[in-house]
């Protein structure tokens, strides 16, 4: 009994962090039919926002560095939400219509955002300032001419490589000047660690088993997090014109509505909930630039099991996912097999988290041969038009 | 009974309970142009899409030269020989009309065939002649996406043709032709309506007079009337459901 | 349309000229590919450049797959994010058959490491030589035929096919990476000192062979490509990609088509893997990442994609870029890969060879001169107007 109590309270912290990660991936698809494969990343540095905000708060004694996390909480849920809707206005908004080309454009900001990370130093930051404020000054200084459309091309072309000389140069020089302090990247390649408060040490003590409390908190998080998009959905104005625009783009337009604004609105709060996952994730272990890596796969198989559109599939998918992971990879199964050793052994086999991940995914293509739209496809003829 | 190409019986089609197609029954005879008509969501677009194999029916059965359609894939019913054209023209873009034609046109549609076949001597002669009815020989070697909207209409009834069908369901023809190219398209149907059964979904009751026999009024997923154009003009429900609220308009 | 009666006539067949150009294609193609396989390398060995050699020879296996990625991807509008899975088959595939070189009676030495001592039943095949080059191309093309099939019959298109590529991807990495009793696990196969033809594989006679023989392939696949997609098969594919619920009205099954030319790729993918391996000494689980598989999809977006010659272009240009600029700033890198990706996507969606079909050449030819402005382009395009100009002159 206590072993069942134990594989679906897994299951379902597994599932909740997947779920809190796929949310968002799910809500930008929805509404935009937008793949964004920096979400991963979006979800790293929702972690190490959490990682910077633990470091300002230990020094700080007590009271606040006990409650750090709901401080982490929100700058995450901002910091990505940011980044995200720098994406969707820099990048994304030229590409709608075309989705594999999103893919791949995403995928090259998840790259920077990885490299980014491990590099990031006051040198660099000093490097990127300052090539932005050259660049960016020079081109709005440019612009002003009359002629500025018809020597664009070669402003740029001009401007790109001075600026990124000088810029070069400038925090060449202030890394030999300064030394370490100033060129050491302060996260670097190696994973930093995020201990979680006091408070959430420990765990709850059921029968023989014990639930840790962070598990519960990053279940309670997830809870929250969904009542929270479902009353922004259904009860507020622009979760009005989200759905309306998710239902149709063009009439929506033409009634009036910012469908620009419900783009950047939606691709940020898709972003931040990566942010809050991120603080989730950063709880459970040691996170690194790749952390966001190793989440993408499996939220991406919670968007093409949920269905597009609705919550209720995303919740199920997420669930099922995180319980079939444990259960398999656990091997809770097999022991309930010791009278047939072939079938025992079978499951011994897969039981590993990596090897659950094959048996998962079989299962997934087979799901999808009976419903290949998902749990709740969307139906009528506008589908496929 | 041989002479009804395509009959309907019982015909239900519901989406998450809301029913496009409620209880509706249709027939066609071989060789018969029908025009079909009813109200923006009476159910037509979606009334084809059954008969395509697009969408399946949640009740009742939809027949074709006495065989039910229900067991069979979109592209098995387009090889059993029902054509469609869509609402909007779609050709395929990067194709010139030539090869739009020719794809249409091929006898054997697998793989293999596509791989080493070439074309016969007569399919090159179908799409010759199909190109001058359709009156696109002269930009018969562009990427289809030059062309005008009118020309696409008409290169995809061309398409159309080409798969050599027995009957052609023709979704709105006319919309956003000039009325020149209206009348054009009006007397392609027409000459093709001697060889082909027809079934043309419209709007455009200028047009519906010009080539219409017989008309079907469909209303809320259902047939509320058949009749020449002059009874259903003048049935009162019609005036009520459709020709009046044009009025009002 | 009053021109439908006063038409041209339809231009003359084309098919002498047709043939025309197919003749100089193939002698442009073939002096390019000779000059690759026999002069390059002479004149790289002769200038202290050995070392370019070998990395050409695996950027042209490289090219390989390049060729398969642009089949599916520009052609028919399938964008795969799992083409390490069939690249990393055909590598193991040979690899395996190059581990079993050893005197009768004796298995691979990692298997001692974990304890097994009688080979796996599925290596024994891989005695055989012939077993093992039919297993290079067949593998790859019958598992990805299965997942194809499995995948297009149920209309599982666009991104959604691309996440499941990916997801497939995980999970074969997960197994070769899992599997170190099978497989060697993470570790993989060296294949450097494994004897092949009486002669070590990493000897400069055989090195050279390899990359002759990459050469040879490529062009092998070059030729297939362009056989596969100049038919009316390529228009087809072309169909699909524009408009693949249309296709089916017209009578077509989709699902076969797209399973055929993806099993095709996933078998070019394989043998480019096979030779990629003999040329680099190594194969891992790695080269099923995820980055390396989107990272041949950005070969071809750089070169063109639709265009066969772009594919092989952009996968040399950017894997000389990658070897150049990781050599010197190691940490670089993955800035100047993730912008190639922007900038690929949102300023060059044809790639290099797209723009200069479309107006690159144009503007090289008026570089820095005023360019002549055309009032009525479309008029002058207009083909009516062009054949009245023809008619009035004869």
């Known amino acids: 009994m206590s072993g069942l109590l134990d594989g679906l309270f897994n299951g379902i912290s597994i599932g909740a962090v997947l779920l809190l990660a796929a949310l968002g991936l799910a809500i930008v698809f929805g509404l935009m039919g937008v793949i964004n494969m920096a979400h991963g990343e979006l979800i790293m540095l929702g972690a190490y926002t959490t990682f910077v905000v633990q470091n300002i708060f230990k020094p700080l004694g007590a009271p606040w560095s006990d409650f750090y996390i709901f401080f982490a909480l929100v700058a995450a849920f901002i910091v990505a939400a940011l980044v995200g809707v720098l994406l969707e206005r820099t990048v994304v908004r030229y590409l709608y219509g075309r989705p594999l080309e999103t893919l791949l454009a995403t995928w090259g900001v998840s790259l920077i955002l990885q490299q980014f990370i491990r590099s990031v130093s006051p040198q660099f930051v000093v490097g990127v300032g300052l090539f932005c404020a050259l660049y960016f000054g020079a081109i709005a200084i440019i612009s002003r001419r009359p002629d500025f459309e018809r020597i664009r091309n070669w402003a740029i072309a001009i401007m790109v490589p001075i600026s990124v000389a000088i810029a070069l140069t400038a925090s060449n020089v202030l890394g030999q000047s300064f030394k370490l ?6 996260f670097g390649t190696q994973g930093v660690d995020v201990t979680a408060p006091k408070w959430l040490r420990g765990g709850l003590a059921i029968g023989d088993s014990q639930l840790p409390y962070t598990r519960l908190f990053i279940i309670a998080l997830t809870i929250v997090c969904l009542l929270g998009i479902y009353w922004f959905l259904n009860k507020t104005n ?18 009036g509505i910012p469908t620009q604004k419900v783009d950047a609105i939606t691709f940020a709060i898709g972003s931040g909930l990566a942010g809050i996952a991120g603080c989730a994730v950063a709880l459970l272990g040691s996170v690194s630039s790749n952390t966001g890596q190793a989440y993408i796969v499996d939220t991406f198989m919670v968007v093409v099991i949920g269905g597009v559109g609705k919550l209720i599939g995303s919740i199920m998918a997420a669930g099922a996912i995180g319980i079939l992971s444990y259960v398999i990879g656990s091997n809770a199964i097999g022991p309930l097999f010791d009278s047939m050793p072939f079938v025992k052994s079978i499951f011994e086999f897969f039981a590993t988290a990596s090897m659950a ?19 709740f496809p969307q139906k009528g003829r506008t589908v496929e038009a | 009974m041989s002479s009804k190409i395509l009959e309907i019986e019982n015909l239900t089609v519901s989406f998450d309970g809301f029913k496009a197609i409620n209880n509706l029954n249709f027939s066609m005879d071989e060789g018969e142009l029908r025009v079909v008509i009813g109200p923006n969501g009476a159910g037509k677009t979606t009334f084809m899409d059954i008969i395509t194999g697009k969408t399946k029916p949640t009740e009742g059965t939809v027949t074709f030269k006495g065989r039910n359609l229900r067991p069979y894939k979109e592209y098995q019913i387009a090889r059993m020989g029902i054509g469609r054209k869509f609402q909007t023209p779609r050709v395929y873009q990067k194709l010139t009309p030539r090869q739009n034609l020719e794809l249409s046109c091929a006898q ?66 006319v919309a956003g032709l000039t009325d020149e190219e209206t009348e054009n398209v009006g007397s392609l149907l027409l000459a093709l309506a001697e060889s082909h059964s027809i079934m043309v979904i419209e709007h455009d009751m200028e047009f519906v007079r010009q080539i219409a026999k017989k008309v079907t ?32 308009e | 349309m009053t021109a439908v009666k006063s038409s041209p006539p339809a231009p003359p067949e084309v098919a002498p000229r047709k043939s025309r150009t197919l003749v100089r294609e193939v002698i442009i193609v073939g002096v390019i590919a000779a000059v690759f396989a026999f002069l390059l390398p002479a004149i790289l060995g002769a200038a202290g450049q050995g070392v370019r050699i070998n990395q050409l020879g695996r950027f042209i296996s490289l090219a390989i797959a390049a060729l398969g990625i642009d089949l599916i991807w520009g052609y028919t509008g399938m964008l795969s994010l799992g083409h390490g899975i069939f690249f990393t088959l055909g590598g193991y595939a040979f690899a395996m058959y190059l581990q ?17 001592t009688e080979l796996p039943f599925f290596w024994k095949p891989f005695y055989s030589f012939p077993f093992t080059l039919v297993a290079i191309v067949a593998i790859p093309t019958i598992i990805a035929a299965v997942i194809g099939y499995l995948v297009f019959r149920n209309r599982i298109r666009g991104v959604y096919f691309s996440i499941l590529t990916q997801a497939a991807l995980i999970v074969f990495f997960n197994f070769f990476n899992g ?38 392939f490529l062009v092998g696949g070059y030729a297939l490509c362009r056989w596969l997609t100049s038919g009316r098969l390529g228009r087809l594919l072309v169909a699909i990609r524009d408009d693949e619920p249309r296709v089916r009205f017209s009578g077509y099954d989709p699902t076969g088509y797209k399973v055929f030319v993806f099993a095709v790729s996933a078998g070019l993918a394989g043998i480019a893997g096979a030779l990629f391996t003999v040329q680099s000494g190594i194969i891992t689980p790695k080269s099923m990442d995820i980055a390396f598989s989107i990272e041949m999809v950005i070969w071809v977006a750089v070169g063109g994609r639709a265009t066969l010659v772009g594919a092989v272009l952009g996968t040399i240009l950017v894997n000389f870029a990658k070897t150049l600029l990781s050599e010197q700033y190691p940490e670089y890198w993955l800035f100047f890969q993730g912008a190639l990706f922007l900038l690929v996507v949102t300023v060059l969606p044809n790639g290099i060879l797209g723009w200069l079909q479309s107006d690159g050449l144009l503007w090289l030819r008026t570089l820095g001169r005023p360019q002549k402005v055309s009032t009525y382009p479309s008029l002058e395009e207009d083909i009516d107007v062009k054949y009245e100009q023809q008619n009035l002159r004869d």
């Open chain 1, 181 to 186: 302090g100033f060129t050491r990247p302060w």
């Open chain 2, 108 to 173: 054997h549609k697998n793989v293999f065939s596509s791989l080493l076949g070439r074309s016969a001597p007569g399919e090159r002669r179908t799409v010759g002649g199909l190109l001058e009815t359709v009156g696109l020989v002269a930009k018969a070697d562009i990427p289809a996406e030059l062309l005008s909207h009118g020309e696409k209409q008409r290169l995809e009834i061309g398409m159309l043709v080409a798969q050599s069908p027995d009957l052609l369901l023709v979704d709105e023809p």
């Open chain 3, 179 to 216: 599997q170190q009793k099978l497989i060697n696990g993470t570790n993989g196969f060296k294949t450097d000192s494994a004897p092949l033809f009486g002669a070590p594989v990493s000897d400069p006679k055989l090195q050279t062979l390899f990359y002759v023989l990459s050469v040879l």
């Open chain 1, 357 to 375: 991940k094959v048996v998962v995914f079989a299962l997934i293509v087979v799901f999808l041969q009976f419903r290949p739209a998902g749990l």
């Open chain 3, 100 to 116: 079993l070189q050893l005197p009768a009676g004796q298995i691979p030495d990692f298997f001692t490491l974990y304890g097994v």
């Open chain 2, 217 to 248: 009024v469909l209303h809320q997923g259902s047939v509320l009337c058949e009749g020449t154009m002059d009874e259903v003009q003048n049935d009162p429900r019609v005036i009520e459901v459709y020709l009046g609220h044009q009025e009002d």
């Open chain 1, 238 to 255: 622009w979760g009005l014109r989200i759905r309306s625009v998710t239902q149709n783009r063009t009439m929506s337009a033409c009634l």
